[in-house]
């Protein structure tokens, strides 16, 4: 890794070869209230503030150490171009290893890489969907800003109370009080009452029978 603490995708083939990794687990042309994630596992919810915020490297460390990841893969978009290095002077993702997790996953999404003064063109201030994913494939999140929520989603349930430095609720919690109202940035309630359903009955696997009792 470099010494940034991560490693940012440089040219067009390692941004290809990093949007295909995270692909792989995330549905990066899709969007709330579709179910962003292809492969099957517990979700969680997590506030889109976490998901841009230094105390989510914490979580990204915690996560790594339980399933082995080698590294973290971030992806970046702006719906408000089709180019996002022409637009903003670099490729929106990068890489960090595991023992950088931590200070890497914010040192990367806060990266100001506009050299003129008063400008800001970082991550957490561009995106308005985030993925991010471990190498060991058994887990990955995807947040939206419109939605101001992600999904976290694990191949085992988690204790939330070991991630109690968070605010990740339970998929049959009513973590509809985290979505913008309706007239106010939100949708229209029969659109968030699709998605929640969608949360509930997809953010497990279908034979999961603890979860359906």
Known sequence: MSELLFEPATDEHAFKHLVDSVSGAVRL???FPRFPFRRQGYVSIIDWGCVI???????????????????VEVYGRNLSTDNFRDSYGYFPGFVVATEQVNAGYQ???????NPRPGFINSLDVLAQRIAVVGSSGHWALWGERRWEIGLLQTSDELDLEEFDYLPLYDRNSDFTGCLPPEGWGGYPKEIVDHFVNT???????PRDEASLA
């Open 29 to 31: 042309d899709g969007a």
């Open 53 to 71: 915020s230094p105390i989510l490297g914490r979580a990204l460390e915690q996560l790594t150490n339980m399933y082995g990841d080698t590294h």
């Open 107 to 113: 040192a990367g999404i806060s990266k100001n890489w």
């Open 199 to 205: 949360v509930r009955t997809q953010g497990r696997p």
